[in-house]
């Protein structure tokens, strides 16, 4: 026997062979099982996710307004922070899974390694830029004197975990891009448990623990995110997916230059849909407080609705650019068709049933008579422009895929600020809420066919 065999340690080639029959699937058979394998452990952690907030707004409402008013503070620095560490994940994602494909497996190796490394300095800098600001930034959010102390009591011990959410969510699309799915759905729902089980313990203090209140909620966060990130790191070492970080300085600056450029124009593209979003809220508030409920009661059913697009989209992204590095383009061109066919059948299957459901959805969420009429309006009217929409999602995870971050970012740019919020500007002053709310058909229409446009004209170049 060796003396690698006696001290346990595997032979370099058993690496690279046990990488290569992970991604191999990636590279042949069925598109549409490959898609699948991939997506459902997506929505999965998503749905995690979403109950995740959903805890801690509960739970924390309990304890009375200032305090729900003082977490509610939060979620928009937590929504663009989760955005920008997306960007980082969909950039190791797509230049991994490409390294993959080209058959440069040392190579990816090292990037993944460069990018969890990176993902560490940028949630560790931005955690110390927060820290030091807590007080300035709530207060020009609007933070009262009396929400202040509050927010600052929640945000200190957010921000200690904030480099563990930078490496949970960079950590899981790299696990993706070696074709690992399943393990990193399941840890980030197991996260999102342990967080909903220690909420109600730490902020009411049951079973003998201390009664925390809001500060409760900020370690129930911190010991979730801390318990998820040792396992996903566990995961890399498990799966044998990392290599060691760059020998010198000058590789490893070569490879955070590639991961930010590439993470750029997905920042971007993450952002347009809630600046946009921030927008219509204001634009609704001049028709009253009911419109702005009926806006956020259809925003945040959209998220669950758009549930298979977003896991579609995780998954399109490491098949793509593993074929797109192997220079298959067949496969790629097959994918994106793929993509278009699921966009236009979910937003079919979805219609339907929101449109005879519509007043029934309306009426379980509010009663005020003109939440009720645009709500049923929304959901009767707009859904039949939902597949536009996740076409245009979904074709951005092909230009991730093909290593054109910045046509997903000009599409969806396009979508929302060139259209849909001059459309429903002036929509607004003919038609009012309804006008408003129509020109979601609209943009989403003429924004699909722009894609398609882009689509084509890609395609026919050849890539």
């Known amino acids: 026997m060796s003396d690698s065999r006696r001290r346990g340690v595997r032979p370099a080639s058993g690496r690279a062979t046990q990488t290569e029959n992970r991604h191999a699937r990636l590279l042949q058979g069925s598109l549409v099982v490959n898609v699948v394998r991939l997506a459902w452990p997506t929505i999965v952690g998503l749905l995690g996710i979403f109950l995740f907030n959903l805890a801690d707004v509960f739970f924390v409402g309990k304890l009375g307004a200032v305090p729900l008013a003082a977490i509610s503070f939060v979620f928009p620095l937590l929504f663009a922070f989760i955005t920008l560490s997306i960007a980082l994940g969909i950039a190791a994602t797509a230049l991994v899974a490409q390294a993959l494909g080209e058959g440069k497996t040392q190579e990816a190796y090292g990037l993944g390694s460069s990018a969890v490394l990176l993902a560490f300095l940028y949630g560790t800098a931005l955690a110390t830029v927060g820290f030091l600001t807590i007080e300035p930034v709530f207060q020009a959010m609007g933070a009262s004197s009396e929400t202040l102390p509050l927010i600052k009591t929640y945000m200190r011990i957010w921000y200690a975990s904030s ?26 729902l197991f996260a999102s448990m342990v967080n909903i089980v220690l909420d109600p313990l730490l902020i009411f203090g049951l079973w003998g623990l201390p009664r925390l209140e809001i500060a409760g909620a900020a370690w129930a966060t911190f010991i979730a995110r801390a318990l998820g990130c040792l396992l996903l790191l566990w995961g890399l070492k498990h799966y044998d997916i990392l290599g060691r970080v760059r020998g010198s300085l000058k590789e490893l600056f070569a490879d955070f230059v590639r ?50 697009y977003y896991a579609m989209a995780a998954a399109l992204i490491p098949i793509i650019a593993q074929n797109w590095g192997g ?44 939440f009720v009429l645009w709500t049923t309006f929304y959901f009767r009217y707009i859904p039949c422009s939902f597949a536009f929409a996740g076409f245009i999602m979904l074709l951005g995870s092909f230009f991730y895929g093909i290593a054109k971050p910045f046509y997903a970012f000009a599409t969806e740019a396009v979508h929302w600020f060139v259209l849909y919020m001059p459309i429903a500007y002036f929509a ?36």
């Open 259 to 308: 991961l930010i450029r590439f993470a750029i124009p997905a920042s971007g593209q993450n952002i347009v849909q809630p600046a946009t979003e921030v927008y219509m809220v204001a634009l609704l508030a001049g028709f009253g407080s009911q419109a702005v409920a009926t806006y956020g009661v259809v925003t945040r059913l959209y998220a669950i609705i758009f549930l298979p």
């Open 327 to 370: 220079t298959n383009r067949a496969r790629v061109a097959e994918a994106g068709r793929l993509a278009i066919s699921v966009a236009l059948l979910w937003g079919l299957i979805c219609t339907a049933p929101l449109f005879v459901f519509a007043r029934p959805i309306a009426e379980f969420f509010g009663s005020s008579s003109d």
């Open 163 to 188: 480099p563990m959410l930078t490496l949970l969510i960079v950590v899981n699309h790299l696990l993706r891009a070696h074709a690992v799915a399943v393990f990193p759905g399941l840890v980030m």
């Open 428 to 463: 607004s002053l003919q038609l009012g809420v309804e006008g408003i709310l129509l020109s979601e058909i609209v943009a989403n229409f003429v924004s699909a066919l722009l894609a398609f446009a882009v689509y084509r004209w890609v395609c026919r170049k050849g890539f």
